[in-house]
Nanobody, 124 residues
Framework: VQLQASGGGLVQAGGSLRLSCAAS????????MGWFRQAPGKEREFVAA????????YYADSVKGRFTISRDNAKNSVYLQMSSLKPEDTAAYYC??????????????????WGQGTEVTVSS
């Protein structure tokens, strides 16, 4: 599976952005999809995950209520709608594909495939 993330950019605090991640391959619908982010000088951290059929989602506490993950298996795509953005949301955002569910999805362990990062900068 190859993943291509897009949609990053510069936005003012309080604004919104929608990230997209397009996947190649016929087995996209069988994967759990996740979004992670990494700010300069910091470790990569979990943002959100969605189950193979979109029926279950999981969010980091820092984004809960502001970000929404969704997927369209017919389009082999996963999305991250980000609202009420804060300067601390500034980071490179990565999409990832893997297998498994439960608390493990907040770690990088289940994810075998990663896209390149898309940069999000939130100005104050």
């Amino acid at each position: 599976v190859q993943l291509q993330a897009s949609g990053g950019g510069l936005v003012q605090a309080g604004g919104s952005l929608r990230l997209s991640c397009a996947a190649s391959g016929r087995t996209f619908s069988s994967y759990v999809m996740g979004w992670f982010r990494q700010a300069p000088g910091k470790e990569r951290e979990f943002v959100a995950a969605i189950s193979w059929n979109g029926g279950n989602t999981y969010y980091a506490d820092s984004v809960k209520g502001r970000f929404t993950i969704s997927r369209d298996n017919a389009k082999n795509s996963v999305y991250l709608q980000m609202s009420s953005l804060k300067p601390e949301d500034t980071a490179a955002y990565y999409c990832a594909a893997g297998v498994g569910w439960g608390s493990v999805v907040v770690t990088t362990t289940p994810y075998a495939y990663w896209g390149q990062g898309t940069e999000v900068t939130v100005s104050s």
